[in-house]
């Protein structure tokens, strides 16, 4: 069976919300032309509210999927779904009792959610087992894994989702899960969340990255695109989509006044710019590094950087540029909803321990914070 696997389509994302669509779009349309079916690794929406707006983007990339003849059955399940399968991300987890966009999108028969509920497709007498788990705060992926206990499924071939980062991917966060904490047995592992694209355990561990650029890091500068996996052979290749080129450079100074900054930043794009990257305009993020000469703003930097034919982007991290950090800071802030989620938690956890309240799932509560106050408020009510 030939699988597609897709992740982290970011609909709705804010900076690149064209991209996000254009590119999710090419990614659907590739894999429904090579596909027997398709796999979604969460992340498929930016936020777990999305718009009307962003709804219907999600509902026109899914209606082709409904249309086809699918030559995939479910032995084990209803007909009259399409063969696309997926989990929620991060991005989309709601708190129980909830309803998320993935859960959704299966109330409407366009997709399969396969979060802790295994499906079995079969074609030409080859079953194929498909089951995972959504994002959850990596705090408690080790013992939602305990909990759900997954086991591969008799005589057929065994895919696990999630959507999570481990020790082996981002080894300077601490307390992760790592590969030997996911369900033995399986003989495929796909995982979204990660961004860049990378493949382990000899090909058994795939992750295909996002298919659109959401961070401006320098590791989102590889192509985009999804993983084609044929279960028979066991094997798989990476299909690219015309995604908007990204290209990260650090320029580094010492006692550099204004117009030095300004004039390299020019060569530097000038120089990008004059090798054509793709069809569309690219987007270039610079980081500026080192320190400046006396008397020199770095917030004057951008005021005189007026480039078209692409899409500029500065990151000023000079020594000693304390207004500047100030600046980062408030705008990491306002544009990381995890990290203003981090410091809520914190509050949150602190808030608790006050007055001596031990509720087993804080962020839980904090979910429900956000998303119900009300029921909140009656749900400490009762536990305190
Ligand atoms: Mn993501």
Redesign the pocket.
Known sequence: MKIAFI??T?LGLQKFREDAFEQAKMAFQKALESADCIILG??IF?SKVPAPEILAQAIELLTPAKARKWEVKYPQKENGFPAVFAIH???ERRTKDTINPIQLLEKASLLVNVHASPVLVEKNQERVSIVGIGGVPDEYFKSALSALNFSPAPDSFNIFIF?QTLQEFTPQVPNLASLENLPQGFDLYLC????GRKSLLDGKLLIPG?TVV?QLREEEQQKKGFILYDTKQRSHKFVEIDSRPFIYRELEFTDAKLSEIENSIRSLVDETMATPAGKCNPLIKIKLKGTLAKGTNSCDVDACLNFTGCHLEIDKQFDGDLAQQKIDILRGLRESQASVKELGMNILRERLAENKCALDKPDELFDLIVDEPKKAAEKLGKEV
């Open positions: 992740a982290d970011h969460g992340d930016d991300g991060t991005h959507h979204g969340h990660i961004h996002s959401t």
